[in-house]
């Protein structure tokens, strides 16, 4: 814990990084994942459960919760660790992705983005200092910059007007964000699968010299090959002694891979969403739990498991509990794959520390051809 943010470096395997993040409320072990709690809850989770597996920091959605409860209401009600019991380091985004995906109408221009609100249809605008202002509202210790981000395929110009766009916002978020020595802002590199927008993205962002760095504008619907060439271009033109985040990412294997590329930190709905829908992702690969040859699988998912959902429950159970659409079910798969997720990147960090990661990744993926026998 420190009174400022600082990022160490603590060893590398390849381009592969082992490091840690430590801010006043505490210390984040890279590579990290971070659990998606949307409106201020990691869904079907006590988050006492998703400390104890591991977790160092959680991720809360700037466009859902300014939408409700509201920003300032938060801030009046003492900040969203206390609102939500979480004493520990919070990344906030900038609510950009969420209208992108979410708001029925959205207009963007170089003020900012003008949407209509999912929850009730009300019209906001959302402007780069806006974004920070919420962020800060919400007392969040890591603020991302306002970004556009462009879904892939899209053509050039489109994908370089809004890289374009996101620099200008970047410097304006920056200047929003003033000097917050326990807090960080981070910026957000775009340029779609263009090396030469990527590359530029990065450049000028570097030259702000901001705390840290978001991959952003992947995992976007493009293939995993173009998502790691992407990231060829852009980790190398980033500051080696910054963190590197890249956003929404993702599956195991994207995740082995793009820590193979130089990645610090990630976020991802994929385990506790696919785990209210009934996907486990196990050691031996991912097992969906509504197909019914598990009907009468007296087994476990893993016995070997130290967590309960994942040791102590037989498969037969687990699917009576999904087709029923009983909350325990969704509650049981979150656990289970949270607990996953985050034995996989305490694997990885070891395996770094230990110079032994290719081995670790090769290991990994062997196991997963596995399938649940
Ligand atoms: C988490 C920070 O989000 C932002 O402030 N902007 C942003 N978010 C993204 C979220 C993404 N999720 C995925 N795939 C599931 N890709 C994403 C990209 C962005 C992005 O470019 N920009």
């Not at 700037?62 to 509201?70: A, S």
């Not at 031996?284 to 009468?296: D, F, Q, S």
């Amino acid at each position: 814990m420190t009174e400022t943010f600082q990022f160490k470096l603590l060893a590398t395997d390849g381009r592969a990084r082992r490091g840690e993040v430590s801010m006043p409320r505490g210390t984040i072990r890279t590579p990290a994942f971070m659990p998606v709690g949307t409106v201020g809850t990691v869904k079907a989770m006590y988050l006492d459960q998703v400390r104890e597996l591991g977790a160092d920091i959680i991720l809360g959605n700037t466009y859902h919760l300014m939408l409700r409860p509201g920003a300032e209401r938060v801030a009046r009600l003492g900040g969203l660790h206390n609102f939500i019991r979480w004493e520990r380091p919070i990344l906030t985004d900038s609510g950009g992705f969420q209208v992108m995906s979410l708001s029925s109408l959205r207009k963007l221009n170089e003020q900012g983005v003008t949407f209509k609100s999912h929850v009730d249809g009300a019209l906001y605008h959302m402007s780069p200092e806006r974004s920070i202002e919420i962020q800060g509202l919400l007392d969040s210790d890591i603020q991302m910059q306002l970004d556009e981000c462009v879904a892939l395929p899209a053509e050039p110009d489109e994908i370089e007007r809004a890289m374009e766009m996101s620099l200008r916002w970047a410097e304006r978020c920056k200047v929003a964000f003033g000097d917050q020595p326990g807090k960080a802002m981070f910026g957000i590199v775009q340029g779609g699968d263009i090396p030469k927008l990527r590359e530029r993205s990065a450049l000028v962002l570097r030259d702000l010299d901001l705390k840290g760095y978001a991959v952003g504008g992947l995992a976007v619907g493009e293939p995993q090959e173009v998502m790691l060439d992407m990231l060829d271009v852009t980790c190398p033109a980033l500051p080696t002694e910054k963190p590197r985040y890249l956003m929404g990412v993702g599956t195991p294997d994207d995740i082995l891979k793009s820590v193979a590329h130089g990645i610090d930190m990630f976020d991802c709905v994929m385990p506790t969403r696919s785990g209210r829908h009934g996907l486990a992702f196990t050691r031996y690969g991912r097992i969906n739990l509504r197909n019914a040859r598990h009907a009468e699988d007296t087994r476990p998912l893993d016995e070997q498991s130290s967590c309960p959902a994942t040791r102590d429950y037989s498969r037969a159970y687990l699917h009576h509990l999904i087709r029923s659409n009983e909350s325990l079910g969704g509650m049981l798969l979150s656990w289970n794959n949270l607990a996953y997720y985050q034995e996989l990147m305490a694997g990885i960090r070891k395996a770094i520390e230990e110079g032994r990661y290719a081995d670790f990744m090769a290991e990994t993926q062997e196991n997963w051809k596995r399938g649940d026998l």
